[in-house]
């Protein structure tokens, strides 16, 4: 026998659909809230309307590794409903979603009951549970609560209910990348897929050649933790300016004017590494899960909400 729950989950990014998925096929009731207006958070996509036709850049994650056999099973199920496909070029285990990097969180989404465009400000305790503060949060109260957001945004949220958990979470310092997408009518005069490890170019990559791509040629540039940390406040017009230079440079190309140019400044891109896999307090029924517990890659991600909604079962079992 098992207490069964209803639980808010904040985040619906990979993190906070694989708790879900964990939790709800324990009987849970879960509903997860996410400020932003769609699915993707951290492996997100950008979609933008040409005359050459639609352009889509994955802005944040690029492709990502399977090694844990239990989330191989997950990329498995992505992979047969067309949601994920290998990108070889980049390594024999590389895999991305298909036909863009946020299809696998869609996916998984549309098993929940997500809800998008509510920004969570503060989680207060009340006497028979807990409630959501931010506009358009809803007045239930929920028996326990899951914080599945970055580092420096769970501490926000931590520090005035869970002191140590919040120290843990602002002891894990993520990195920034600004992220410079272009897009050109005709392909490039290169050979070059990918780019890696100049001290500006962190990674860059013809987006257009992965799996199940259409349209024009687009391409994804990310500048490296260093250089991003340095020009973190300059402006969008400015890093642009820099970053398709050093772009030029790296492929040996002249770039002819893109059908689109644009920056997207992650401030919190890659995690720290906490050093656990997920936190959680049966006593006050409030969990917290991300990829920086376990490192900045989407199958930690994965591992960590796991993790979470495995401690979260083990204590309502314990509880009756
Ligand atoms: C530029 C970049 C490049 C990367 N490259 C790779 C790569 O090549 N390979 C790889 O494996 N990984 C890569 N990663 C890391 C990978 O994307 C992450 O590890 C993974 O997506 C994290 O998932 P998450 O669920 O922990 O967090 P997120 O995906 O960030 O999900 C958190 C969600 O919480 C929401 N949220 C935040 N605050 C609130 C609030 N107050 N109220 C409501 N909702 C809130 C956000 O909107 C978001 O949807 C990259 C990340 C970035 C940014």
Redesign the pocket.
């Known amino acids: 026998m098992f207490k069964h729950m209803n639980i808010a989950i904040?985040?619906?990014?990979?993190?906070?659909l694989a708790c879900a998925d964990r939790l709800q096929m324990q009987g849970h009731r879960v509903q997860l809230?996410?400020?932003?207006r769609g699915a993707?958070?951290?492996?997100s996509t950008r979609r933008i309307s040409t005359e050459w036709g639609e352009v889509s850049f994955d802005?944040?994650?690029?492709?990502?590794?399977v090694r844990d056999a239990n989330f191989k099973t997950v990329v498995d199920q992505w992979q047969s409903s067309g949601a994920a496909a290998p990108w070889p070029v980049v390594g024999p285990d590389a895999w991305v979603g298909t036909p863009s990097m946020s299809a696998p969180i869609k996916w998984m989404a549309t098993r929940h009951d997500v809800t998008w465009s509510?920004?969570?400000?503060a989680i207060q305790r009340q006497d028979n549970g807990w409630v959501l503060r931010?506009e358009g949060a809803p007045h239930t109260c929920f028996d326990a609560v899951v914080i599945?957001?970055?580092a420096e945004?769970a501490a926000a949220?931590l520090t005035p209910i869970q002191n140590d958990f919040a120290t843990l979470a602002k002891a894990t310092v993520s990195s920034p990348?600004w992220?410079l997408m272009l897009s050109f009518a005709s392909p490039l005069q290169t050979r070059t897929i990918t780019l890696r490890d100049d001290a500006i170019i962190g990674w860059a990559a013809c987006n257009s050649d992965k799996p199940a791509r259409t349209g024009p040629q687009s391409w994804v540039i990310?500048a490296s933790a260093a250089w991003s940390e340095k020009h973190l406040e300059d402006s969008p017009d400015a890093v642009q300016a820099m970053l398709m230079q050093r772009f030029a440079e790296c492929l040996a190309v002249e770039l002819p004017v893109p059908l689109i140019a644009a920056t997207h400044r992650?401030r919190y891109?890659?995690?720290g590494n906490a050093g656990c896999s997920a936190l959680y307090s049966p006593g006050s029924q409030l969990g917290v899960c991300?990829?920086?517990f376990l490192g900045?890659?989407?199958?930690?991600?994965w591992l960590?909400?796991q993790a979470l909604g495995m401690m979260i079962g083990a204590s309502a079992g314990k509880h009756l």
């Open positions: 904040i985040g619906a990014g990979l993190s906070g809230f996410d400020k932003a993707g958070g951290r492996m802005h944040g994650a690029q492709y990502f590794t509510i920004r969570v400000e931010g599945a957001v970055p945004q949220l990348c992220t990310q992650w891109a890659l995690s991300g990829d920086w900045p890659r989407v199958e930690c991600a960590s909400g």
